[in-house]
């Protein structure tokens, strides 16, 4: 099973701030025959399902604004938030389709200051 | 318009079944990956199984490997959940997840949920 590994576990921005969140997973996610990274990030705002934000790892979902970014390849990730408004507070996963056997991160929980 | 709603969710006791269902409007059923993934309430998000459109690939997370099966009716576009011999801790909102086309290599990635259903086994 790989491991995917979130950090921080909680991060706490100012409005219009930069937020960051890592993403480490325990064997390379990426395939060279079609140059992809299997991982997604997701976002789960309070008493809500999961809405899908970023596939292969950088490109973003239609709808999902244009501060949100995802970068990093192999086995080392990044969701950035470019300037963080009231609406991300939220828990964010990553996660990896590279095997049959999908698995997320623990999230990581976002809050205002 | 996607829509995923699943149903069946209710306390059980320790040791017993229950099936969980997830109707699906809105897109190609058939022809579509379909995912479980559950939560404890206030916990982080565990992927549990998935299986093609015409059942040729079906995975389990091994906390459910041999207890769980998925399966679906692809005339009723309805997804299942078959849950036997529960424990405690398989208390959790359980969540059914559209993937991309069956034989690409989007079928992975979890583009629609449903709202969950809850199931909590208790004594």
């Known amino acids: 099973e790989i491991v995917m590994t979130q950090s921080p576990d909680s991060l706490t921005v100012s409005l219009g701030e930069r937020a960051t969140i890592n993403c480490k997973s325990s064997q390379i996610i990426y395939h060279g025959f079609n140059n992809r990274n299997y991982l997604t990030w997701y976002q789960q705002r309070p008493g809500r399902p999961p809405k899908l934000l970023i596939s292969?790892?950088?490109t973003r979902e239609s709808g999902v604004p244009d501060r949100f970014s995802g970068s990093g390849s192999g086995t080392d990730f990044t969701l950035t938030i470019s300037s963080v408004q009231s609406e991300d507070v939220a828990v964010y996963y990553c996660h990896q389709y590279y095997t049959s056997l999908q698995t997320f991160g623990q999230g990581t929980k976002l809050e205002i200051k | 318009e996607v829509q995923l709603v699943e149903s069946g969710g209710a306390l059980v006791q320790p040791g017993g079944s229950l099936r969980l269902s997830c109707a699906a409007s809105g897109f190609s059923f058939s022809t579509s990956y379909m995912h479980w993934v559950r939560q404890v309430p206030g916990k982080g998000l565990v992927w549990i199984s998935r299986?093609?459109?015409?059942?040729?690939?079906?995975n389990y997370a091994d906390a459910v490997k041999g207890r769980f099966t998925i399966s679906r009716d692809n005339a009723k576009n309805t997804l299942y959940l078959q849950m036997e011999s529960l424990r405690v801790e398989d208390t959790a909102v359980y969540y059914c997840a559209k993937g991309g086309p069956t034989g690409s290599q989007l079928g992975g990635i979890l583009d629609h949920w449903g709202q969950g259903t809850l199931v909590t086994v208790s004594s």
């Open positions: 299986l093609d459109g015409d059942d040729s690939n079906i």
């Open positions: 292969w790892a950088s």
